[in-house]
């Protein structure tokens, strides 16, 4: 194979991979000094004279003329004056020899190689710039490709054809995903895994949920509205705290948007996960109040040193406060960076006179399950009872049989 003839295969190959004139140049001298360098050893007296435009292909080895007679010299760096002479008569010792080595000199092992190495560096640039794009692409959002679903992930690929991965961890559990369908996610994680770029997509990262809101909501993608925190039930419930710079801005109405049409799209989005919106304060006791919504709060005592916070509420808003499953109060005490236990006022002792206090029980049960029962707003046998076997178990430290055995003396009460 002809110098330029290799040249020309070599730019077809690159042009299929979108590789640039400057990095296509150093490439391909890497190749062709690799070659040099297993054929004589050394490449520092060659070189290597690329013209993409014409397809030409030079490479110049140059060598000191050194006389006839001598016994040892380096054929790699020195030729003998009759070997110059074959090149050009007016050569003479000591001068330096400029000879033009064609591609077919290598030998076909080594054009094969340079083929393969060429491949092999290409593929290397393609998982650098891959990486470094999505490195620098961390918590945006991007819209991929569904190419296959497997049980513990699924690969998509962007519009270039790289695969992404959304591992079974990172999905909401609704999602329902088929080869061919488009999932938006925000690019979470880019690590190098055995030197190949793996880019990780989340949806129920907390970050997903504020792209969102920046997408949907311009006064947040402006930065006249701050999301200051967003926890998540992914698919369930989520409470995001925002603040406005901007007096004359309401920064909940402006993220729930006209009859709800901003908050709605990020619903949608997040198959139809309920999303509670809350103006931020520095203010620890309005936030709680506000983070516990739609319960209604009638005091609240903080204990800095235990980080927990004791919230009393009415009979008919402890249910509220603590939400299905546990999930009102779970977010909020992550919002607010406190543990919330919530109590029912004792002012409301007198409107169940039916109802009977859990301390009555003490002969029967445990302190310390009791604690546990009153920690998480249940102080009265009813209420314990109301709640029933699941929650209890979601909710408490208490073990299975610890709490049928509970529900058990608490039911005899009442028969």
Known sequence: MENGALIESFQEFAKTKSVDRPTMLRILEDVFRTMIKKKYLVDDNFDVIINLDKGDLEILRYRQVVPNDVEEYDENLQIKEADAHK??????????????VRIIDFGRRLVQTARQTLIQKIKDLEKDNLFNKYRNAVGQIVTCEVY?????????????GNELVM?????IFKDRYRKG?????????VEMVNGTPKIILSRTSPVFMERLFEREVPEVYDGLITIRRVVREPGERAKVAVESYDDRIDPVGACVGMKGSRIHAVVRELDNENIDVINFTDNTELLIARSLSPAKVTSIKIDEARQRASVFLKRDQVSLAIGKGGQNIKLASKLVGLEIDVFRDLGDAEEDE????LTEFT??????IIEELQNIGLDTAKSVLAKGKDFLVKRTDLEEETVDFVLDILKKEFE
């Open 87 to 100: 090149i050009d008569p007016d050569f003479s010792v000591g001068e330096e020899v400029a000879e033009n």
């Open 148 to 160: 296959q679903t497997l049980p513990k992930e699924t690969i998509l690929r962007d519009n270039e």
């Open 167 to 171: 591992p079974k961890s990172e999905q």
């Open 181 to 189: 369908d488009f999932a938006t996610a925000v690019v979470k994680q």
């Open 354 to 357: 039916e109802d009977v206090e």
């Open 363 to 368: 002969d029967a049960i445990d302190q310390w």
